[in-house]
């Protein structure tokens, strides 16, 4: 009796209870919230979760793809209608959770799919109405309307830890119908803890224009757009500047006409690009030259990095793994990468997805539930949907 009330002790103390959870690997650690509300309030706390993380690492897990159709998203009156068969915002699962959360029936009431990031999903209909909804919490909150009208536009979403809530950012971009020779660019940014847009002018040293009816790649709180004539744009919102930096992709060799291109994040926290074509793919990490400032876009007009050739692929080396993949060798390409990781990537090769480990050189096709063979491959972009693999305390601060 006496060492079982010791045990008892023990793991009502919060220290030696924090020493004790620090130790159980990811697998098991999320499952524990279960024992009782002190364990779910340990393991679930922000002070908690930063030394959990600083040793294990994030991991994810995947619930399936969204699908946006650039042909009904933002179109013009005169554009092309959805038709009442297709949903607005289709969802192939790969899971039972994916499969849950097509069964309640909230994605009938987003609109079209926009981004998503740590589990947020941002949607609407440009260029007024948006949505954010957090699937773990099941919340939906509406935006308030815009108020600037960007007839073409693309999006940005920050989503953020602040205490115990989620907080997140949107931010929308205006781009040129008309290719002009600008230096600035209009931007509007909502944000949860205020409950407000606000517009700002963002400039840059160089003449430059966004890709239309695109979404940000966000890494450490950094926006990376992509431009037009091969640049990226780079805005981080923290520095409380207005500048924008401009800098320049890189040119593959194998992939030197590509026509596909994505950015992704790495395992250490640094920008990924990949292209592709019909021939196969190549990956970029962007680095810190030596002797770089904290942030290397601190400075719009003398940036210290460099693009390092990470990864390259060629498909035909898929091929021989998969045969059967060789008669949509036109239709393969890069899809996208898995978050927060430096060795995997998603390929598209006709309306089947495979998972590519570039370390091992294996290869799976991912199994999903809908109707992939009626997706307008061409004129859509397919996203995975992500949820951290760790339950977070707070909710979306609305």
């Given at each position: 009796m006496k060492r079982n009330s010791a045990y008892a002790a023990a793991l009502n103390c919060d220290d030696i209870l924090h020493e004790i959870l620090i130790r159980i690997p990811p697998s098991t650690i999320s499952k524990l919230i279960v024992v009782s509300k002190k364990w779910l309030h340990v393991i679930c706390s922000p002070s908690f979760r930063r030394f959990y993380l600083r040793q294990w690492g994030q991991s994810y897990r995947l619930?399936?793809?969204?699908v946006c159709n650039f042909l009904y998203l933002g179109r013009?009156?005169?554009?092309?209608?959805?038709?009442?068969?297709e949903p607005a915002l289709p969802f192939l699962s790969t899971c039972k959770e994916g499969d849950d959360l097509k069964l309640t029936g909230i994605l009938k009431h987003l609109g079209y799919f926009i981004d998503s990031s740590k589990g947020i999903i941002l949607s609407g209909f440009h260029p007024k109405t948006y949505y954010v909804y957090d699937t773990v919490s099941k919340q939906?909150?509406?935006?308030?309307?815009?108020?600037?009208?960007?007839?073409?536009?693309?999006?940005?979403?920050?989503v953020e830890e602040y205490l115990d809530d989620i907080?997140?950012?949107?931010?929308?971009?205006?781009?040129?119908?008309?290719?002009?020779e600008r230096n600035t660019v209009s931007i509007e940014t909502y944000s949860s803890?205020?409950?407000?847009?606000?517009?700002?002018?963002?400039?840059?040293?160089?003449?430059?224009?966004?890709?239309?009816?695109?979404?940000?790649?966000?890494?450490?709180?950094?926006?990376?757009?992509?431009?037009?004539?091969?640049?990226?744009?780079i805005y981080d919102p923290r520095l409380g500047d207005r500048y924008i930096a401009?800098?320049?992709?890189?040119?593959?060799?194998?992939?030197?006409?590509?026509?596909?291109?994505?950015?992704?994040?790495?395992?250490?926290g640094l920008l990924l690009y990949g292209q592709s074509n019909n021939l196969g793919l190549e990956?970029?990490?962007?680095?810190?030259?030596?002797?770089?400032?904290?942030?290397?876009?601190?400075?719009?007009?003398?940036?210290?990095y460099k693009w390092v050739l990470r990864w390259r692929l060629n498909f035909k080396a898929l091929w021989k793994q998969m045969p059967s993949l060789s008669t949509h060798s036109k239709e393969t390409q890069i899809?996208?990468?898995?978050?927060?990781?430096?060795?995997?990537?998603?390929?598209?090769?006709?309306?089947?997805?495979?998972?590519?480990?570039?370390?091992?050189?294996?290869?799976?096709?991912?199994?999903?539930?809908?109707?992939?063979?009626?997706?307008?491959?061409?004129?859509?972009?397919?996203?995975?949907?992500?949820?951290?693999?760790?339950?977070?305390?707070?909710?979306?601060?609305?």
């Open positions: 619930l399936g793809f969204f013009p009156r005169d554009g092309y209608r959805r038709p009442r068969w939906k909150c509406q935006l308030p309307e815009p108020q600037q009208f960007y007839k073409v536009l693309c999006m940005a979403l920050i907080c997140y950012k949107v931010i929308r971009a205006r781009c040129e119908c008309k290719l002009k803890k205020t409950g407000k847009w606000k517009q700002s002018t963002l400039m840059c040293s160089t003449t430059f224009a966004l890709r239309p009816r695109t979404a940000a790649m966000v890494v450490g709180g950094v926006v990376h757009w992509f431009a037009m004539w091969g640049k990226l744009a401009l800098i320049k992709l890189p040119t593959g060799v194998l992939s030197h006409e590509h026509e596909e291109s994505v950015l992704g994040e790495s395992s250490d990956i970029w990490i962007l680095e810190k030259e030596s002797g770089a400032n904290s942030s290397i876009y601190s400075n719009c007009t003398h940036l210290k899809l996208s990468f898995l978050p927060q990781n430096s060795t995997s990537i998603f390929i598209k090769s006709g309306w089947n997805i495979l998972l590519y480990d570039l370390e091992t050189k294996t290869v799976e096709i991912v199994n999903y539930q809908g109707r992939g063979g009626s997706i307008s491959w061409e004129s859509s972009k397919v996203v995975p949907y992500f949820l951290p693999a760790w339950p977070h305390f707070g909710v979306v601060r609305t």
